[in-house]
């Protein structure tokens, strides 16, 4: 029986073989090709010729057809493995120091980017080891920059950038003066309020949009861009934080030229001749930054800088020298934000747009009226070395008003004005300055994948020092009205000068030191210490940290005591 069975199974397959040649040897032939040549008599021994198709039933006679191979639809998908191409450049990864993401077509990028600044600072001078909580100048690590931002370029015409600040320690009541008023009512509907004193030193965290915009570029000599940025006014304001030479900006930049560092409008920019010339300008609300315009009113602002060396080879074809402008007006009666503090580089307020009044009563000094603003600017790089200077007028229009009623009406009306400037020498001991790239241009990003990255990247080292002068003035009444007997009319008079060092561990990683002493000639207390000590005068309206002092803690740094020092270090990060 299982012979049987073996014998059906044999038979079986036999016959689905035979079914299979069968319908092989059916199928038709598309056309009759030539017929495969048998070896020639000087073919040499083993040579063969070409094995003809599957074998069928024919007479010796006949001719030998080779069915050739079907033509391949070129619609159908192929299921055959392929090797696939490299591209010619990656999809993602590092370049010119910025991570990138970007589609096959290159019409879309995405940059990764981002900034951390962990500061250390310490004050020094006549009388700060007896300050009271809350003045600022103890010694202290803190975050001054912590952001994240997202940039890129659409269909190679669009550029976006959008910045957030995470950072900037901050304590609120930090002198623990604050307080609230708390009520209840009773069953008999009395109402009873008292104060409440708010919590001391309570950490604050306050995200704030920095950078906002879209640019388009048209070409290299026409971009339009719009949103919020860094105003168009001075080279200092103009350069990223990121590769600033020293850790914070100039006086002159800070209290005169950019108090405010953006604002929001819309700026035409450009740079003509390979760069030789270099221009940017545009409407803004005159505000600040995140703050819509409240009066209706625009500043129109900008900057332009040649270099007319730039085509040769001399020592001088990096000479850089430029100009800026700003006008704008304030409505007296929908603008009622002070006037900015003026400050050294660690935060200190040497003058502040408030005041007691000899009432008793707070006064705010706040912009109304014409506000224009011009400066000049010179960058010379000489071999190892970089000169960077800049000077700054500024005329701003004010009003005085209480406290509470800063949008009935005002007291008087005056003007603040002043002049600044500062000279700054650099040197790159080790590396160079390409570290950096273009201080003062602040373009959008804009990656060129075709240039070839430094292997390993670079490092460098860079040294300054800087001298630097602020000399304003404040009249409170010279355009209507009368001086409070406690109105600050008088000059705003800082003599600065600083040292520091930066080493550059790539462009992403940088390591900075400042040391810095300011300097207020004739600076003396609001009241005197004593009978007949000096007090304060429209001589010098500024105010040094040792002026802070209640009398009879220290009355003799209170009384003299005109100069602040300041150390500062910073560990960096920049992607």
Not at 219 to 232: H, M, R, S, T, Y
Not at 350 to 373: C, E, K, N, V
Request: charged share 20%; proline share 8%.
């Amino acid at each position: 029986m299982s012979f049987q069975l073996r014998s059906l199974r044999v038979c079986a397959l036999v016959a689905i073989h035979s079914a299979a040649s069968t319908a092989l040897a059916q199928e038709p032939v598309p056309a009759e090709q030539p017929p495969v040549p048998a070896p020639s008599a000087d073919s040499p021994p083993g040579a063969q010729t070409e094995p003809a198709g599957p074998a069928s039933t024919v007479s010796p006679t006949s001719t030998v057809e080779v069915a050739p191979t079907p033509a391949r639809d070129p619609l159908t998908i192929s299921t055959e493995p392929s090797r696939p191409k490299s591209p010619e450049r990656p999809f993602a990864g590092w370049h010119q120091g910025v991570f990138f993401l970007r589609d096959s077509t290159d019409n879309f990028r995405l940059y990764l980017q981002g900034r951390l600044n962990v500061d250390g600072y310490a004050p020094f001078g006549p009388g700060l080891s007896q300050l009271g909580p809350g003045s600022g100048l103890q010694p202290t690590f803190f975050l001054r920059r912590a952001r994240m931002e997202i940039s890129g370029e659409i269909l190679k015409m669009f550029q976006f950038k959008l910045e957030g600040e995470w950072g900037q320690s901050a304590a609120d009541n930090a002198n623990g003066q604050a307080a609230s008023v708390a009520c209840t009512i009773d069953a008999m509907g009395v109402r009873t309020c008292s104060n409440r004193a708010a919590a001391i030193g309570t950490a604050t965290q306050r995200p704030a949009t920095q950078d906002a915009f879209i640019n388009y570029r048209a070409a290299d000599e026409l971009n339009v861009q719009v949103g919020q940025f860094k105003i168009p006014f001075s080279y200092e304001n103009r350069s990223s934080e990121n590769f600033s030479p020293f850790m914070e900006s100039a006086l002159s930049t800070r209290a005169l030229a950019a108090p405010l560092v953006r604002d929001i409008g819309a700026m035409l920019w450009g740079e003509i001749s390979k760069g030789m010339l270099f221009y940017s300008g545009g409407v803004f609300n005159g505000d600040g930054p995140n703050r819509p315009n409240g009066d209706r009113r625009f500043d129109l602002i900008g900057r332009a800088f040649v270099k007319p060396l730039s085509g040769g080879t001399g020592p001088f074809k990096g000479l850089h020298i430029g100009a800026s402008g700003r006008w704008g007006r304030r409505d007296a009666g929908l603008v009622g934000y002070d006037l900015s503090n003026m400050t050294t580089q660690g935060g200190f307020a040497f003058w502040r747009p408030t005041y007691t009044d000899s009432g008793g009563q707070l006064t705010h000094i706040m912009p109304s009226g014409a506000q224009r603003a011009v400066a000049g600017e010179l960058f010379l790089p000489l071999s190892i070395f970089d000169l960077t200077s800049e000077v700054v007028f500024n005329s701003s229009e004010t009003r005085e008003a209480p406290d509470g009623f800063q949008l009935q009406g005002h007291e008087r009306r005056g003007r603040l004005k002043g002049l600044g400037y500062y000279v700054q020498l650099g040197a790159w001991l080790y590396g160079d300055r390409a570290i950096v790239g273009r201080r003062g241009y602040g373009t959008p990003a804009q990656l060129k994948l075709d240039k070839v990255d430094p292997d390993p990247p670079p490092h460098a080292v860079e040294v300054l020092v800087r001298f630097e002068q602020l000399r304003a003035s404040y009249d409170g009444s010279i355009r209507q009205g009368a001086d409070d007997a406690k109105t600050p009319t008088g000059d705003i008079k800082v003599n600065a000068g600083g040292v520091g060092i930066n080493y550059w561990f790539t462009k992403h990683i940088r390591l900075s030191a400042n040391g810095l002493v300011y300097g207020f000639p004739d600076s003396a207390p609001t009241s005197a210490s004593a009978m007949g000590g000096p007090v304060q005068t429209s001589r010098q309206r500024a105010i040094a940290p040792a002026q802070s002092l209640a009398k009879g803690v220290d009355n003799s740094a209170r009384d003299s005591g005109s100069v602040l020092y300041e150390a500062m270090v910073r560990f960096g990060l920049a992607l």
